[in-house]
């Protein structure tokens, strides 16, 4: 009896905690991004990472967990997560775009990651960051760790 009493406690209190209460399922993909623009337009946020990017991992453990970070993310952007080495295709605005290189590199780089990447003479280096308007229009990009403060900072450059 004990037992379950405890187990009660247990679970009342976890249940009341603020933290649990954290939205934090907010990333779309590409095809989910493209539907919610159609219906309702806002700002985009534009996560590119890769799985051996050591500064990408630290951001989605420490930063993206943070509540202001949250709270920007899922009232006022559609924000994506993109791995940028991921193999298959992406529908978006009509077009299929591919990782073209993944026969001919040995971090195969996805088109979409290179087109917002923006830079054609310098290698993409994650974590890549881009703030597009709700018309789709560059506002911002950044492709350094940027700790919380850092973050919410970038995101309140859009108005």
């Known amino acids: 009896m004990k037992t379950i009493t405890a187990i009660v406690i ?13 939205k934090t399922d907010f990333w779309l993909t590409f095809e989910q991004l493209e539907d919610s623009l159609r219906v309702n337009p806002k700002p985009v946020f534009l996560y590119f990472h890769t799985d051996w990017c050591t500064y990408c991992r630290k951001m989605e ?6 509540p ?44 979409l990651a290179l087109l917002f990447n923006g830079q ?15 018309d789709f229009v560059l506002i911002k990009r950044v492709n350094q760790y940027q700790d919380s403060q850092k973050l919410v900072d970038f995101l309140e450059s859009i108005q």
């Open 120 to 134: 054609k003479n310098n290698p993409f280096a994650p974590p890549l960051m881009v703030l597009l308007d709700q």
């Open 10 to 22: 247990i679970l009342f209190l976890s249940w009341n905690c603020p933290a649990q209460g954290l």
């Open 68 to 111: 202001a970070v949250v709270q920007h993310l899922s009232k006022r952007f559609y924000a994506v997560k993109f791995d940028a080495e991921y193999a298959g295709d992406v529908v978006f605005d009509g077009r299929v775009f591919s990782n073209r290189q993944l026969k001919t590199s040995r971090n195969p780089m996805h088109d």
């Open 61 to 66: 453990a420490e930063v993206f967990i943070k």
